[in-house]
């Protein structure tokens, strides 16, 4: 059986919105792209091993967009 590598999983917004990413996050955001209607950020608890190093970490959904974005990118590229 596969195990993930990394799991998310959705959690309260933290105080300030503060995300682990180092940002205060928006307070709305739209996930069907920019032609989307504004919905309440969400936040995801991120946990795994990432390079052989434990993370557990809380980010906004915007950072989980550029991530999965980035790691397609990343996987495509070793293709």
Known sequence: ???PDITFAEVDEPP?????CGHIAPEQFARGGP??????T???RVTGKVAGQDIDRVICE???VI??????RKKKARK
Do not use: H
């Not at 300030?16 to 682990?20: A, G, K, L, P, S």
């Not at 991530?67 to 397609?72: G, I, M, R, S, Y």
């Open 1 to 3: 059986m596969l195990v």
């Open 16 to 20: 300030n919105r503060w995300c682990d």
């Open 35 to 40: 032609d989307d209607v504004l919905q309440p």
């Open 42 to 44: 969400r936040f995801f």
């Open 62 to 64: 915007p950072c989980c």
């Open 67 to 72: 991530v999965n974005f980035l790691a397609a």
